[in-house]
Antibody, heavy 121, light 107 residues
Framework: EVQLVESGGGLIQPGGSLRLSCAAS????????MSWVRQAPGKGLEWVAV???????YYADSVKGRFTISRDYSENTLYLQIISLRAEDTAVYYC???????????????WGQGTLVTVSS | SYELTQPPSVSVSPGQTATITCSGD??????TCWYQKKPGQSHVLVIY???KRPSGIPERFSGSKSGNTVTLTITETQPLDEADYYC??????????FGGGTNLTVL
């Protein structure tokens, strides 16, 4: 059974940094596209970062230079390193999997339940 | 930046048909899907590649596309279908873009 469990969120001061984790089970995070998606309070979903099975990474313009997506094959875990946190980064952060099919990159077939990041002094 | 527009809310009576729209520029050229989100639960993919239904999703859920609008249709709507629904589009330039979400109320 595929499961994604995020952790690492919390209350962080502006300018701070943190690392979010997404522990996966039932598949390998290295075998397919894995993304982070966030939802700010009262807002819609926003895709922020992806790591392809080959290791390439891409970011939304709004987070480029401050967010780094990575993965650990042995831990089967996806990460999101965030630096220089801003109030507008306050959101629930979800990890999401794209399925290993030829057209799988177009959508997400499994999501975690999310971890809340609050940026405030 | 690319935007997808959904109505904030839709209401439907039990047993009736609910339709949720999602519009965006040149949407006809993009791959689209729909997610369902209930409080305390993970997002569930209900439609992918415009009109395909994942295994385990009831046949009551269907997707269609016409021009720059995609539509999620739920026939014989049940109280358990009450949720937020998000459309999402993909293309090689904008990657993954979501609509603002529609709260479906069944009453």
């Amino acid at each position: 059974e595929v499961q994604l469990v995020e952790s690492g969120g919390g209350l962080i001061q502006p300018g701070g940094s943190l690392r979010l984790s997404c522990a996966a089970s039932g598949f390998s995070v290295s075998s397919t596209y894995m993304s982070w998606v966030r939802q700010a309070p009262g807002k819609g979903l926003e895709w922020v970062a992806v790591i392809y099975s080959g290791g390439s990474t891409y970011y939304a313009d709004s987070v480029k230079g401050r967010f780094t997506i990575s993965r650990d094959y042995s831990e089967n875990t996806l990460y999101l390193q965030i630096i220089s946190l801003r109030a507008e980064d306050t959101a629930v952060y979800y990890c999401a999997r794209s399925p290993e099919i030829p057209t799988g990159k177009y959508f997400f077939d499994y999501w975690g339940q999310g971890t809340l990041v609050t940026v405030s002094s | 930046s690319y935007e997808l527009t959904q109505p904030p809310s839709v209401s439907v009576s039990p047993g009736q048909t609910a339709t949720i729209t999602c519009s965006g520029d040149k949407l006809e050229n993009k791959n689209t899907c729909w997610y369902q989100k209930k409080p305390g639960q993970s997002h569930v993919l209900v439609i992918y590649q415009d009109s395909k239904r994942p295994s385990g999703i009831p046949e009551r859920f269907s997707g269609s596309k016409s021009g720059n609008t995609v539509t999620l249709t739920i026939t014989e709507t049940q109280p358990l279908d009450e949720a937020d629904y998000y459309c999402q589009a993909w293309d090689s330039r904008t990657l993954w873009v979501f609509g603002g979400g529609t709260n479906l109320t069944v009453l």
